[in-house]
């Protein structure tokens, strides 16, 4: 337990120490969202933007940390040798996978207190079933970060660095995040119902709204496609 901990606070210091990992995962999601509440943008149907914006936001940071920080990093260390080195010491493969995982799960706790206190400033208030977001946000965290190292354990690094930004910027464009599907034409539209950014945005708005009810489908399609990835992975991993 001591070799996980001491593990996961060196990877989160890695994060934290690193400009684009800081700009990414705690600057961006808050900024966008500070900025589109002050211009008062949202799809019709939400009488206030935070409303909307909030479990967009949330989102677009659970993507943030798990598949582009977590796996454009993992796949430098993997390039430079540095993922096998320490998958060999007594620390092991799987307390380092462990330690990384809880890196994650310490930066998704500074970005809420960032989202909440941003979005507080808006009217928002501490509203809906929270322990049923909590839940989505662990099962998105799950899919996301499985999906971040997946790319990093498969492809070369220069690969994961293309990829995990490319499919970050298709999730927030048709995935749910930066407008509803509703908005898209019809074929798109059915693309991102099935993408998991959807999946986590809707099951947020869900819960966070002030009259929330359980997203089971989209709960469901979380966990289907971290099964998914970790069967693949599983397949596809290699640590050098």
Do not use: C
Not at 117 to 136: D, N
């Amino acid at each position: 337990m001591h070799a996980l901990l001491a593990q996961a606070q060196m990877e989160l210091r890695l994060t934290l120490r690193s400009g684009e990992g800081l700009l990414v995962t705690l600057i961006v999601p808050p900024a966008l969202l500070v900025f589109f509440a002050a211009l008062h943008l949202a799809p019709s149907g939400y009488t206030r933007p935070i409303d909307f914006l909030l479990p967009s936001m949330l989102a677009l940071a659970v993507m943030s940390i798990g598949l582009v920080s977590l796996g454009i990093r993992t796949a430098y260390e993997r390039h430079y040798g540095v993922l096998k080195r320490l998958g060999a010491t007594p620390l092991g493969r799987g307390r380092l996978i462990g330690a990384k995982i809880l890196s994650v799960l310490a930066v998704e706790v500074l970005q809420l207190l960032l989202l909440g206190g941003a979005a507080f400033l808006f009217g928002w208030r501490p509203t809906g079933a929270l322990a049923v977001a909590l839940v989505t946000l662990l099962l998105g965290t799950a899919v996301f970060a499985s999906l971040g190292l997946f790319i990093a354990g498969t492809f070369r690094a220069e690969t994961t660095l293309g990829l995990a930004n490319g499919l970050y910027v298709l999730f927030i464009l048709l995935g749910g995040v930066a407008w509803p599907l509703d908005r898209l034409p019809g074929p798109i539209a059915l693309v991102g119902l099935v993408l998991p950014s959807n999946a986590l945005a809707s099951a947020l708005r869900a819960s966070l709204s002030p009259e929330p009810s359980w997203p089971l489908p989209q709960l469901g399609m979380l966990a289907l496609w971290t099964a998914l990835i970790l069967l693949v992975a599983r397949r596809t991993f290699r640590w050098e």
